[in-house]
């Protein structure tokens, strides 16, 4: 006898958690995979127009948060990553690397550009965690 795969609170079949997680990383539905969820870069649509699942305008207060949290997590990362790179190239060159002002320039501009540009998909894989948590209903 096969195994039963999990269910959300509405009944959906929840797909595994690398299938969710890959599918918000693109900005699409992480329960079944739809893609279109945004009007434009900055709004996402209240609802998946495939499986229904109710994204936007949740009563929970702070529901979106957990998006700007791992936002913020892969901006903070790569700016940390680009300072221990300095670092090791200024240790590995003598002290000939690049100057320190546009290592804090490249920062700064990442620091800006970076949260702007990710914007969506951290919105998608908050949904796919979520889903995980088996958080999400279908809103009905």
Known sequence: MGE????????????????????????????????HLFSNWWTMKERCPKCDLHFEGRPEEGHMLGGMTINIGLTAGTLILGMFIYIVVLATSEGSGPPVWFVVATSAALAIIMPLLFYPFTKTIWVAAEIWMNRFDSGR
């Not at 609170?9 to 699409?28: D, Q, V, W, Y």
């Open 4 to 35: 039963l795969n999990p269910t959300d609170i509405a009944g959906a079949e929840r797909p595994s958690l690398p299938t969710m997680f890959a599918r918000g990383a693109i900005k699409h539905c992480p329960r079944c995979g739809e893609g």
